[in-house]
């Protein structure tokens, strides 16, 4: 149990940290609707991830932060989708559809939008309601990245990349393992725009092994959450 008090001075320390963390100032100043800007730039810088022209999809995508760096960066040559259970304001050049990936009818809205064209990019800034209990939240962290390795697997062009936000802790060995058994060239990166103390890092897998369109995954993980 939490001690009296103790709740509201670590709410006014992240209260205290947020006001004053040099990527928040920036977000507001250029725009952007969260510091998550960041972390995607840096991925982009180290990877050179992102053209102009390309198809990317945004899973997780709310509050939008994400998006309007692909917008900036892709323009109105290439194809953005967006997706989240959030509803977030419209960014420009961006479909957003909101639902919950796991379900099927979403996929399938998903996948019309895309029309048949093969995705150079998938990212991921996924994450499950946090209930506290370490393993549990691991657990549903991994059917998180498995499902959008999954998706990867069916849908990524040849040399194409996924970015998956994932935890260090229980299951995150096994994670890596499973983009080095499914990607030729595999990648941890921990943004500077990350806060120190976050567990978050993302895993990037670089040109998937299996032909385009056949997914890796030998089942569906499962969907219960």
Same mark, same amino acid.
């Given at each position: 149990?939490?001690?009296?008090? $103790?709740? #509201?001075?670590?709410? #006014?320390? %992240?209260?205290?940290?947020?006001?004053?963390? +040099?990527?928040?100032?920036?977000?507001?100043?250029?725009?952007?609707?969260?510091?998550?800007?960041?972390?995607? $730039?840096?991925?982009?810088?180290?990877?050179?991830?992102?053209? +102009?022209?390309? &198809?990317?999809?945004?899973?997780?995508?709310?509050?939008?932060? %994400?998006?309007?760096?692909?917008?900036? $960066?892709?323009?109105?040559?290439?194809?953005?989708?967006?997706?989240? &259970? *959030? +509803?977030?304001?419209?960014?420009?050049?961006? &479909?957003?559809?909101?639902?919950?990936?796991?379900?099927?009818?979403? *996929?399938?809205?998903?996948?019309?939008?895309?029309?048949?064209?093969? &995705?150079?990019?998938?990212? =991921?800034?996924?994450?499950?309601?946090?209930?506290?209990?370490?393993?549990?939240?691991?657990?549903?962290?991994?059917?998180?990245?498995?499902?959008? *390795?999954?998706?990867?697997?069916?849908?990524?062009?040849?040399?194409?990349? @996924?970015?998956? #936000?994932?935890?260090?802790?229980?299951?995150?060995?096994? @994670?890596?393992?499973?983009?080095?058994?499914?990607?030729?060239?595999?990648?941890?990166?921990?943004?500077?725009?990350?806060?120190?103390?976050?567990?978050?890092?993302? *895993?990037?897998?670089?040109?998937?092994?299996? =032909?385009?369109?056949?997914?890796?995954?030998?089942?569906?993980?499962?969907?219960?959450?």
């Amino acid at each position: 149990m939490t001690a009296p008090g $103790k709740g #509201k001075k670590r709410n #006014k320390a %992240w209260l205290h940290d947020h006001i004053n963390d +040099p990527y928040v100032k920036l977000a507001q100043r250029e725009g952007f609707r969260a510091r998550a800007a960041y972390k995607l $730039k840096e991925i982009d810088e180290q990877l050179r991830l992102l053209q +102009p022209g390309q &198809v990317v999809v945004d899973l997780g995508a709310a509050p939008g932060a %994400w998006s309007q760096y692909l917008s900036r $960066k892709l323009g109105r040559d290439g194809l953005i989708v967006a997706l989240d &259970v *959030l +509803p977030f304001e419209p960014v420009d050049g961006v &479909v957003f559809i909101q639902g919950d990936f796991r379900e099927d009818a979403v *996929l399938a809205e998903l996948e019309r939008h895309l029309a048949g064209r093969r &995705v150079d990019v998938v990212l =991921s800034d996924m994450a499950p309601n946090l209930s506290g209990i370490a393993a549990a939240d691991a657990a549903r962290m991994a059917d998180l990245v498995e499902l959008a *390795l999954e998706f990867a697997g069916r849908h990524l062009v040849a040399d194409g990349a @996924l970015v998956c #936000k994932a935890f260090h802790g229980s299951g995150y060995s096994q @994670l890596a393992e499973r983009f080095k058994t499914d990607f030729r060239s595999f990648r941890p990166i921990k943004p500077k725009a990350s806060r120190a103390r976050s567990a978050e890092t993302f *895993l990037a897998g670089l040109g998937p092994k299996q =032909s385009p369109g056949r997914s890796a995954a030998s089942s569906r993980p499962d969907k219960t959450p």
